[in-house]
């Protein structure tokens, strides 16, 4: 019984578990709030599987902001600053993650592209 408990947990994680390799790089999007656009950008890291990320608000000045927690599961990004505070939320499909920036009690919409770097595709 042990066995197959142990099997079907293993099964559950691999099912869980995410290539971090997927969302490492540059991404990037635009808020729009009341009145202005505010354009944003990710930096996420992969270190040997594990996940990190700084934000960049170029328009406030604000450029390398701790992204204090990342999560990849499923399809599913989950990204918390404790600073601001704020939290991204989305889904990747198709090359872009689809989500929502939470930033007090407001929400918005917010789609991020991955940046392509000169010289890449």
């Not at 390398?64 to 927690?69: A, I």
């Not at 499923?74 to 404790?82: A, E, R």
């Amino acid at each position: 019984m042990k066995t197959i408990m142990t099997l079907i947990l293993g099964t559950f994680l691999m099912v869980q578990t995410s290539d971090p390799a997927k969302i490492a790089g540059d991404w990037e999007a635009t808020l729009e709030a009341p009145g202005q656009s505010i354009p944003i950008v990710f930096h996420i890291t992969n270190t040997e599987g594990k996940l990190s990320a700084t934000l960049d608000v170029p328009s406030q000045g604000a450029m390398g902001l701790k992204v204090d927690t990342i999560t990849f599961k499923g399809d599913k990004v989950k990204m918390v600053l404790n600073l601001i505070p704020a939290t991204y939320e989305g889904t990747l499909k198709d090359g872009k993650i689809s989500g929502k920036w939470t930033q007090g009690p407001n929400s918005v919409d917010a789609v991020l592209t991955k940046v392509k770097k000169e010289g890449k595709s």
